[in-house]
Each structure stands twice: as structure tokens, then as C-alpha cells.
């Protein structure tokens, strides 16, 4: 593909948000040679929010940077990022939500991350929550990561054993994150309007970490996140965590298939160790949760294929096509 970033904003309902997003895409101080483009997805909106974009878009005269605006009718941000995917021209892909503002080096800041480290599949930036209140509720400090601001790690460099990234901001390459769904549809939706399912960020993490990628954070790559003032209200920030916890019961079974294979994968002694004490735990296992995992941990290593048609060996099938 073209060396180069194309970014990707995934929109529903965003007419009230997209102008701020816009202006700061618009904004970025790049190299004359600095090849990108922008598409914008509109994921079954029922407002303007297309031709707001391209509205917006049309003020700032950038005709050397392709502008786009996708309609995508599924709702889910993940079936709007793969129709994005699909049409980027360019060898990398920033996601970069409707409420995310970039700092003007966002761009070239990724553009070199990705570039100088072929063994990293998705880098992360650190998030900075604005809102029109006077100030963010006492209670926002403890939920901050839920809302993608924040830290995502102590310091710049690997956090692989983190096991996710935020989606907002998100850059990683797009070869990558094609080929992380080909034959392999997403077990989760991720976001689709009032239903806040969410985690197709940290899935898509989980699916690079089993194919051998590790994930970067750099504190230099800043972005604000807006936050509108119904989205600080006790009522959303209750349905966004039980979203988080919808979705965990999917993505504990990748933390758990990449466990397996962080303990097993070149050693076959501890291979048939598990293989022969997990049926014993399944036994003699009282908690639910402990004979599922035992359960699960049986259809990750076994030689053969048990468990027709269960989450864990949809996950087991892709590492087995995908696997460096």
C-alpha cells in the first residue's frame, strides 16, 4: 500500500460533534511529502452528519488530502471501521473517534511509531477529558479509562501485558487489521446507538496479541477527548460499564486463550500438563465460572476440536490461521 496514514471517523448521530473533530484534523502540521487522507463513516445516523462533515471538510481547502464520507446502514462501529478499512488507501490507519480532538503532531507522531516498529500492531496515545461544565464530576477520576482518557500506561513503550488499547486514537496498520477479520467476523458489535456494547477495541488488541503483535502507548500522542454533558450523567456512565461488562464475557476467554498461549506455545511439557490436570478441575470445580474455564481451557489446547461452535473455539481457529 502507499506510504501514508488514512484516518478513520466513525460517526452516529456526530452533526453537533464532528465540526471541533474536523478543525483539528484539518490542523495537523505535517511534512509537504506527508501522505494521507480522510474517511469519514457514517454508521446509520439519523441526522446530517454526513453532510455536516463534508461541510466542514470544504472550509478548510486541502485538496491534497483525499476526503471521503462512507454511509455504512449496519449499526456498529465495527462494521464501520471494516468498510473503512476496506476502502484506506494507505499503509497505516489512525482511528480517530468523532469527539477526538488530535494534537497537531498526531499524525506525523503515529506515522513514525508505526513506521520504525514493525513488531507493534496497535499504539496508543493518551487522552485528555473537555467538557462545557466548569468542571468534570468528583466521580469522573475513578472511571476515567472507561471513557478513554487518561494514561494507558506508567511510561512510553510496550504494554502488550495490558491487553488493550483505547479504540479512540487508535493507529495500527491496515494489512493488519483486514486480515484480523477475514474469515473471522468479530465477536462483538461494539457501540451501536443508545446500546453502549463496547470492546471491539480491546478485541481487536486480543486478536493482534494471539498473532504474535505487541501494543506500544506514547505519552506524546495527546488528544483531547470531549466529553458532552449528558455523557457525565450517573444514568450513562451505569449503561457504558455494564456495556464493559457485557463484553468481558467474551473478551475474558481471549485474556484466557492468550494466557494458554503464553505458557504453552513452546512448551509441550506444560502443554500436556494442562491437558491432563484441567478434566480434574472441571471435575471437582463448584463455581460456574471455574468449570467454563476449565471447559475453555480444554478446547484452546486440545488436538482435536471439542466445544462445536462456542465462543472459545472461534478464538482457537483464528490464532490457528493467524499465528506467526
Known sequence: MNKGITVLVCTYNGASRLAKTIEHLASQKTRPTFQWELIVIDNASKDDSAAVAQTEWNKYNLPSVPFTVLSEQKPGKIYALEQGAARANYEYL????????????????????????????????????????????????????????????????DVTANGHL????????????????????????????????????????????????????????????????NRLQSEYRVNLFQGFTESNKILHKYYLANALKLKSENNLLTKIRLLLVTPFRFLSARAPERKQKAKDTLIFLSPIEIGKNTVMLKIKKFYQAVRR
Not at 102 to 112: C, F, G, R, S
Request: hydrophobic fraction near 35%.
Open 94 to 157: 489512525l482511528i480517530c473517534d468523532d469527539d477526538n480532538w488530535l494534537q497537531p503532531d498526531y499524525l506525523e507522531k503515529m506515522y513514525a511509531i508505526l513506521d520504525s516498529h514493525p513488531e507493534v500492531g496497535a499504539v496508543g496515545g493518551q487522552g485528555i477529558a473537555v467538557c462545557d461544565l466548569p468542571a468534570l464530576p468528583v466521580w469522573f477520576k475513578d472511571y476515567e479509562e472507561g471513557y478513554a482518557t487518561g494514561k494507558q500506561g506508567p511510561q512510553t513503550g
Open 166 to 229: 483505547w479504540g479512540a486514537g487508535l493507529g495500527t496498520r491496515t494489512s493488519l487489521y483486514q486480515k484480523m477479520y477475514i474469515g473471522f467476523p468479530s465477536l462483538l458489535t461494539g457501540r451501536s446507538g443508545k446500546q453502549l456494547t463496547a470492546g471491539e477495541d480491546a478485541e481487536y488488541c486480543q486478536r493482534l496479541i494471539l498473532a504474535g503483535y505487541k501494543l506500544y502507548y506514547d505519552a506524546n500522542l495527546i488528544f483531547q477527548h470531549y466529553m458532552p454533558e
